[in-house]
């Protein structure tokens, strides 16, 4: 069976499987009978064939020609009997596309960047998730996005200002400062804060509520990445208060990041707790 182009590990079996009981739970909780993927399988499909209980239908996206013609044969081969749309893209294009559906799962599992930023400094990964964002709520659909990025990619200085962004929306707090100085210790704490208050942004900004689960940072051979899962929540009534939104925010910069080594889950950076002053 042809094989993926990169290695996997013990730590990317075991966030696959925790990742499978957060579909699980999205599932019954959109009382799906089961979820429609678009994401970056790669040549083996591993992740799907963890969440294979949960899907209805796959669309896998692959930029790299030699994936492609591996995913055929492979696919063939698994017999898992959900239907397999290829898609000949760059995902961060294709989610972009006004044309593009809506699915319920997307794994944006790159091992690349969260910045990589183009040349006018924008990030492309974030541009997507706003595009995500604001397809599904055209739609009023709730969605999980799971992704993993590389901690050695460019546009580090990107994080600077995502971390800024972050320290004028929660001005006022009680252990900013503190907070932020934490997660500007290391590439990884930088991915884990930006890439969260990415979709925190994407998320308000569309009537989403966004609840992530916990953030681990793992290493995989030589490379060390950073892995996510968030449930985005249409809001089917009212609009948040801004009060709650700001809470939700809190709530993310106070969140641990996480490590897996082998299969063994411990606390790697606590950042120091923000909360509300007395009279906000
Ligand atoms: C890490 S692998 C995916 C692994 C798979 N999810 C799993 O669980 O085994 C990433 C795949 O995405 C492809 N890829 C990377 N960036 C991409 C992009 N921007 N658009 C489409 N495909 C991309 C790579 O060629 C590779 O096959």
New binding site residues.
Partial sequence: MPQ???P?SVE?QAL?RRDAIFLEEFRSRTLAKGLSYC??????????Q?WRPQLSAVHA????QR?LNNMDINWRRLKLGIPLQIVP??????LRSSTTGCFEVY?L????GFTNPKHDGTSRCREAMRSLASHHREQQRSFVVIA?FNVRDRGVEQYDAFINEVRSALDGFNNVEANLKAHAKSHATKIKLSYMYACWQAGVANDFDVEFEDPFVYNSGATTLVHFCAVFIYRATALATPHADKDSLIAIANRPLKRMDGRIARVDVRPALISRPQKL
Avoid: H, M, Q
């Fill in positions: 993926n182009p990169f996997d990317k696959r994401g970056l399988t790669s040549a083996e499909f591993r992740d799907i963890a996206v692959e930029i790299d994936v893209a760059d995902i961060l294009e294709y794994n599992d790159f091992y690349g993993t």
